[in-house]
């Protein structure tokens, strides 16, 4: 039996040979393209799970605006070129629902949020100053725009890891019911199943401090979050989460995004420490006293007149 | 801090009282039936998978020492009792004991170093895999990676408040080489403390499915006379839906600042 499957190999290998040789071009060289890459397959972990692990980012990444994606990072350099005339294009909203790509605040909520906008570059107050300046963990769906991450899976378990601040998250498979409504968290609470090849976490518990990007977009502690995750192909897993917050927001809205393997030519990466908040020396000092001078007299100024 | 770190002690300790006790009657048990052995993995390896916890009050003083107001007396971890300092270092001990109401890096909420995070009063989740065996605890949200794919540490030297951990078997203990640590973390609140040559060989043994035997070397030549180990037990958390939750000690301060 093994002889002559080891044959067949052979003769279809020789027949193969024979064809590139002499074949006809281009139809040959497709055929042999297509044979070296099979169509991608799901792959399944030891225990059953979908297989997910490895290294990943989201594309685009960056958690400057939710709904206008890029890296806070590179701000400076874009205005500088914005200033010299070159139209900036945006890469579409992370929010697909509602498809006009806006958070769905209810009045008050968008004036909050404003607020915070225009304060990220002068900020007067300690809450104008991003979650992420000060070491606070991501909280809920920042992380996958923030850094690169890693997904390992055990048996009843998948976990994510950063690099960045060594954040973790845990999500358990086990059905078990949220912690107690008492209890708040950075990360909020989370569970997981699988429907069919998709991870789907649902997150409650959330202490809503962190912030969803730096231009101050948040949730509150009563928010509910169910995120979707499921593999594609090779090469790219499909990220959506649902968030839904009646004491914030008009409707429940979704985030999508995708996720794209990292260390491709490295796969014994190792996550190396990150240590934050223990080098963090300058958040506070980001409020300059004379702005906050600045804005206390405009405040006076637009009272008097009113 | 030490209130807080007092009553979660006091809750975990009678918790645990309870669970010693089940524990070694179902081992009585267990090993009249022929059984008592320790969780492995698929491999064959001990299977350390799971939460865990400690049951000492080293992290107070890893020295024998009397209670304090809101710590608990206790005998120390350290073997033998006396850690051999050079005597500048034993001087800088005693300065760091005056004032580690503030000095104790704990204090800051800093990462704890090794081996204090593993005696450090709050739970920690082990997670076990072919790569390495990941070590997450909810102080803070420390991560250790204890990789043991053969890899070496890193070349040269890098300041690392938990160093670079390189993990592989001795039979079925777990020994951890951990080195690249910075000068910034002490051993305990009493002020004991290392320098950047600090090199940490844990030993993790289960001793039983809910029990783990630590044992550490601690080598600093810059700051002790010879090398000396700390010995203690690490007990399994086995309460129905037991998880870890969170302690970000650096973000308290400013939470009101987002409700």
């Not at chain 2, 009282?17 to 081992?27: G, K, Q, Y």
């Not at chain 2, 009493?190 to 499915?209: C, I, K, P, Q, W």
Request: with cysteine.
């Amino acid at each position: 039996m093994k002889i002559r499957l080891l044959s067949s190999i052979a003769v279809a290998s020789t027949a193969m040979a024979a064809v590139l040789v002499t074949g006809v071009r281009s139809h040959s060289q497709e055929q042999t393209k297509d044979s070296a890459k099979p169509a991608w397959k799901q792959t399944f972990t030891s225990d059953g799970q979908p297989d997910l692990q490895g290294f990943w980012s989201s594309n685009p990444g960056g958690t400057f605006d939710i709904t206008d994606p890029r890296a806070g990072g590179g701000r400076l350099d874009e205005l500088l070129k914005v200033r010299a005339g070159e139209v900036r294009v945006p890469k579409p909203s992370r929010v697909v629902d509602p498809p006009d790509g806006k958070i769905p605040y209810q009045p008050w909520a968008a004036a909050k949020q404003k607020d915070l906008e225009a304060h990220i570059d002068d900020p007067t107050k300690p809450e104008h100053i991003d979650t992420q300046a000060r070491c606070f963990l991501n909280g809920a769906t920042r992380g996958f725009f923030h850094t690169g991450f890693e997904i390992l899976q055990v048996p009843g378990n998948v976990i994510f890891l950063w690099e960045q601040n060594s954040e973790y998250r845990v999500i358990p498979l086990d059905n078990s019911p949220h912690v107690g409504a008492d209890i708040k968290l950075w990360q909020g609470d989370s569970r997981g199943h699988w429907e069919g090849n998709t991870l789907v976490i649902d997150i409650a518990n959330l202490n809503a401090k962190a912030r969803l990007d730096m231009v101050g977009n948040f949730y509150s502690d009563q928010a509910h979050i169910v995120e979707r995750l499921t593999r594609v192909d090779d090469r790219t897993i499909a990220y959506e989460a649902v968030i839904t917050d009646p004491s914030v927001y008009t409707r429940p809205w979704k985030i999508a995004s995708k996720f794209v393997r990292g260390h491709i030519k490295d796969p014994n990466y190792e996550l190396w420490e990150d240590a934050c908040h223990e080098g963090e020396r300058s958040a506070d000092k980001m409020i300059i006293p004379a702005n906050v001078a600045k804005e206390n007299a405009a405040r006076a100024k637009a009272a008097e007149h009113q | 801090m030490h209130t807080h770190f007092y009553f979660f002690r006091r809750r975990a300790f009678t918790v645990f009282s309870l669970l010693t006790l089940f524990a070694a009657t179902a081992s009585l048990g267990a090993q009249s039936a022929g059984l008592g052995a320790i969780p492995r993995t698929a491999d064959g390896k001990p299977d350390f998978s799971g939460f865990w916890q400690v049951i000492t009050s080293a992290n107070w003083n890893i020295q024998d020492h009397r209670a304090e107001k809101g710590i608990p007396a206790g005998k120390g971890i350290v073997v033998g009792n006396d850690i051999p300092y050079q005597p500048w270092a034993l001087a800088k001990r005693q300065e760091n004991y005056k004032t580690r109401e503030t000095a104790d890096p704990q204090e800051k909420s800093y990462i704890q170093g090794v081996p204090r995070i593993t005696y450090t009063p709050f739970p920690f989740q082990i997670i076990e895999t072919p790569k390495e065996i990941l070590v997450l605890y909810e102080y803070v949200h420390e991560t250790r990676h204890l990789y043991r794919d053969g890899v070496d540490h890193p070349p040269g030297h890098i300041d690392w408040w938990l160093g670079d951990s390189r993990a592989k078997w001795d039979g079925d203990t777990l020994v951890v080489d951990v080195t690249d640590f910075n000068d910034q973390t002490w051993f305990d609140h009493a002020g004991n403390f290392h320098s950047d040559a600090l090199h940490v060989v844990e030993r993790y043994t289960l001793t039983d499915a809910d029990h783990i035997d630590y044992e550490a070397t601690i080598e600093d030549p810059k700051v002790f006379t010879k090398p000396w180990k700390i010995d203690l037990i690490i007990y399994r958390h086995k309460e129905k839906g037991f998880q870890l939750l969170d302690y970000e000690g650096y973000a308290f301060d400013y939470e009101k600042y987002y409700p």
